[in-house]
């Protein structure tokens, strides 16, 4: 297989590249660029800036409002957007959400929430996972029952990522517990502001916030709100989870994540010269790199696979454990990189929802910002999306036929 791009491939990078360069606001960039974690404005700015230009979701097909770029294009795309600095999308909206409406909702849905995805005017979270069924998902308690037109929802979620600031949650629950785990679960769209719905934040080792518990009380859900079947959302969700796995290679962001760990590697000194220049940091760095070339390939290959080709699923989970593992070494090294200011946490100041709870911050240049609060937090990418054991487990029942 020839990786070379094509001169029509290699118009197109140029024509994405200037297209960011003149429209992707300085200020959004600049945070961008420095690894900070994108807020909801610079989000929701962007993300409408995309959508007018007919590029709001590049992953979905033209019919609901993506576009018809080939695999590659879109991967170069992704590449040159994270290169500029901007900020990563609303995924659970896009990437996870989006697909299963157009794939399995009516059409009174894809009309409802289709186009407020594509404009950022609505901020989606993921409840799947509960205090007793995170790897074992299929054994989730929440319950929904059916009432009239509504279904009164009870129960719990945790681990849900962005639930403080979403306007919507998709949600998997339990609609019948008679039948065996995975038969009895729906997949539901609820509405944030609904009452009895509570969000709790949980306050992680990087200081941050990002994930929270979600409490249901009787909260009432239109019966409108089911996506396809009842009791067949365990399929909606399997058909999600192996996009969530294939997103998480998250190569360009990995790239982005090298070239912000080579500067400070020219900069900082250890034993007289840039630690860069030392053989054994040097060592690792080009180690990283190469896996990191090893992967891009990985995913390259593929792209130029067909969509119905059944290895996919298990070529998804190898994407996600190689690529979780290496967004932990490369925010390691920097950490390393920084020497003695990899030791305390100096907060992404533009970047944190819950500036006035972080300690006080000692004097360190500007580049030494986010990078040991990242790297704590990357210790959840083997975590989350399915831990690096059950993407083993799947590995092995479905490559390797144990
Ligand atoms: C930062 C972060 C964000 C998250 N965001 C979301 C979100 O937005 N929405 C959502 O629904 N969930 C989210 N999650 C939850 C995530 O999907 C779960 O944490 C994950 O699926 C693991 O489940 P668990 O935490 O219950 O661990 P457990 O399932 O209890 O696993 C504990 C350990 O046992 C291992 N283990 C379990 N079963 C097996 C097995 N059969 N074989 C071998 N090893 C096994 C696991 O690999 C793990 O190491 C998030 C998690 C984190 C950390």
Known sequence: MDFKLDPADEAFRAEMRAFIRANLPEDVARRGRRGYHPTHDDVQRWQRILNAQGWGAINWPAEHGGVDWSP???FL??????AAGA??????ALELVGPVIY????QAQKDRYLPAILNADEFWCQGFSEPNAGSDLASLRTRAVRDGDEFVVDGQKIWTSEAHKADMMFALVRTNSEVKPQAGISFLLIDMKSPGLTVRPIYTINEGLSVNEVFFDSVRVPAENLVGEENRG?????????NERAMSAEVPHTHHDLELLKDIAAVEILNGRPIAED?????KIAKLEVDLLALEYAVLRVLHTPEDDASLNAVSSVLKLRGAELRQRV???SVEALGEYGLAVFPDVEGQDNMDKLAPVPPAPDYAAGHL????????TTIYGGANEIQRNIIAKTVLGL
């Open 87 to 92: 900020p990563v999308e609303d995924q659970s």
């Open 77 to 82: 795309f992704q590449m040159e957007l994270k």
């Open 72 to 74: 590659l294009r879109r």
């Open 331 to 333: 925010s390691e090294l």
């Open 373 to 380: 609060s990242k790297a704590m937090f990357r210790r959840a």
């Open 279 to 283: 053989p054994l940091f040097a060592a």
């Open 103 to 106: 794939t399995f909702g009516s």
């Open 234 to 242: 365990w399929s909606y969700a399997k058909f999600l989870l192996t």
